[in-house]
């Protein structure tokens, strides 16, 4: 079955430093990847995803993940974190085997502090 | 373009009442999908929509919780009678492709407190 960890409740970081928010997922097929953003009050934003290629992506606002097969490992990062990035990150996966259903993490809380 | 349009955005009713939510996609997505989302987790899946064809409703509560959505477009979640711990988030969203390849834009989400 499908599932997907985000073994940080809450990650804590300064202005200006990097931040990595971590995801590990399980599949039976190749993963379909996502990372999502909410801020509060609001639905979730679209950051990144990685269907093939290249194990770097990109996305918005500078954020970036690797993904990882071997490890099973989709972490989330970012060079220089903003105070404006706080806020409630979810990671996600799907699978062909798992007829396309998306399954999130518990999402982990970001504090950027200045 | 517009994002995924959800009414009410807010909604307080008494156990065993009757609720309704409406969801408007994104023009021309044909994937329309309807979470609940609870305090401190991530969406989980209701029912997924193809067009107007239902084609993962599994984890829907069949016995309380209905949907529709004729003519393809939007698309109504119903609850009935509620219960308390029916008290979360109906997050609405869409996506263009159906084969799972692009991402989902969601709306802002119904916050709905049975009391």
């Known amino acids: 079955a499908q599932s997907v960890a985000q073994p940080e409740d809450q990650v804590n970081v300064a202005e200006g430093n990097p931040l990595t928010v971590k995801c590990t997922y399980s599949?039976?097929?190749?993963?379909?990847l996502f990372w999502y953003v909410q801020y509060p009050n609001r639905g979730l934003q679209f950051l990144l995803k990685?269907?093939?290629?290249?194990?770097l992506v990109k996305g918005s606002y500078g954020f970036e993940a690797e993904f990882n097969k071997s490890q099973t490992s989709f972490h989330l990062k970012k060079p220089s974190a903003l105070v404006s990035d706080s806020a409630l990150y979810f990671c996600?996966?799907?699978?062909?085997?798992?007829?396309?259903?998306?399954?999130f993490g518990a999402g982990t809380r970001l504090f950027v502090k200045a | 373009e517009a994002g995924v349009v959800q009414s009410p955005r807010y909604k307080i009713i008494e156990k065993k009442q009757p609720v309704a939510f409406w969801c408007n996609p994104i023009?021309?997505?044909?994937?329309l999908y309807w979470y609940l989302q609870n305090l401190g987790q991530g969406p989980e899946l209701l029912i997924r929509?193809?067009?107007?064809?239902?084609?993962?409703d599994s984890q829907l509560p069949k016995d309380r919780f209905s949907a529709e959505r004729l003519k393809g477009v939007d698309s109504t979640l119903k609850i009935q009678p509620a219960e308390l711990g029916d008290s979360a988030v109906y997050l609405c969203?869409?996506?263009?492709?159906?084969?799972?390849?692009?991402?989902?834009?969601f709306g802002p989400g119904t916050r709905l407190t049975v009391l």
């Open positions: 969203a869409s996506s263009r492709q159906r084969e799972g390849l692009d991402e989902q834009f």
């Open positions: 599949v039976s097929g190749n993963p379909y």
């Open positions: 990685y269907i093939t290629g290249d194990n």
């Open positions: 996600a996966v799907r699978d062909k085997t798992g007829g396309f259903k998306t399954i």
């Open positions: 023009s021309g997505h044909n994937t």
């Open positions: 929509y193809e067009n107007e064809e239902a084609v993962d």
